[in-house]
């Protein structure tokens, strides 16, 4: 196996840190550190500086807004964005979760349509698939569509829970059960909805993590038959096949990267030798990020080549986001009591303690790992027979 990295992705990595780190760069971030909005710091106008310069969706087809890039070059471009300190929630699930599934499973139009405008951080999205009672095991959503017979209309109706981002996003992927008389994997469907739409009401829910997530109340809301993502009823395959996209763990490994990064720069400091058994984990949390970034790598491939393989992917969310937890509860532990208290913005201790509030939900959202382990089991138990419908696992988006 040839592990090099391609000569390509090295240019697309040196192209995206002149972009990064440049003085207009260095006031955006500013800008949405001060959080004027009075909730996670509005990074949208960051966004759309970044996609002017082509880098948010290096591995689409260019008449898409992409580059035509390689998947290696989105590796890169999450470790930098997270190096940089550039917040990438919103950015994931707009571009490498919708957009992936709608470059994915979109028609044409919508392709066109959308696929640019997200690339070029015009379009934000979010995804509305928790509900207050239905969270991993998403083929109990009780939210409904129902279709006018003449006008084909769909009127949506439920609640929506624990959704990350929704406050900034112009439209929402949205699981909606549609058919009652078949099974409750047959029966749901996809749509895209513009949250401006009437009906729609969005609550900030506060969290422990600088993240909030948002309670949705979707009450008779209108939407035009081509906002149906897919035909009616195919959502549960949508649904398995974008977790490929969503649990690539790219996002995971690129945190722990960093963190384990400003983790060794904090032990080492003022010339401060590391103790044998500190050396001895640091070496355990490296190993594990290069099993991580392999892991990430087969996944985002397999996406790329069209063959998304939703057990590989469970295998590297859960990979990459138990050991982000990991490396920010060890931060904690060995540096103390300068982690706990904090910072200044943006300093390495700052950063530290937001990843300790975030880092027990990072197994929880994008698919809990009890749900993700039980697909590895269930795909290698299987691998030679039909296993049925896969329990995708939604967690918290």
Known sequence: MDFSILRTTDEFRRELREVLYSPAVDDLLNAVALRADGMDGDARELYRHLGKHGVLAPAWP????????????TVVLMEELVRRGVPQSLYFISVQIV?????????????????????????????LFTEPDNGSDLAGVVTR?????????????????????????????????????VSQYEGISLFLAPLSASGVTVRPLPSLADEQFHDVLLDGVRLEADALLGAPGEGWSLITGMFSAERSGVDYYARGLHWLRLAEEQLTASGRQAGEDEISELARHWARLDAGRLLTSRALQRLQEREPDIAEASLAKWHNSDTAQRIAWWSLERLGLPVAAGGPPSSPTEVLEAAYREAAGMTISGGASEVLLEIVAGARLHHESDPGPLRAGGGRR
């Open 62 to 73: 260019s008449r898409y807004g992409g580059r035509d890039g390689d998947f290696t070059e």
């Open 99 to 127: 957009g992936s599934l709608i470059l994915q499973s979109g028609t044409e139009e919508q392709k066109r349509d959308l696929l640019p405008r997200l690339a070029s951080g015009d379009l934000a999205a979010c995804i």
């Open 145 to 181: 569509a129902e279709q006018h017979p003449r006008t084909g209309v769909w009127t949506v109706h439920g609640r929506k829970k624990y959704n990350l981002k929704t406050a900034y996003a112009d439209v929402a992927l949205i699981a909606a059960r549609t058919d009652d008389s």
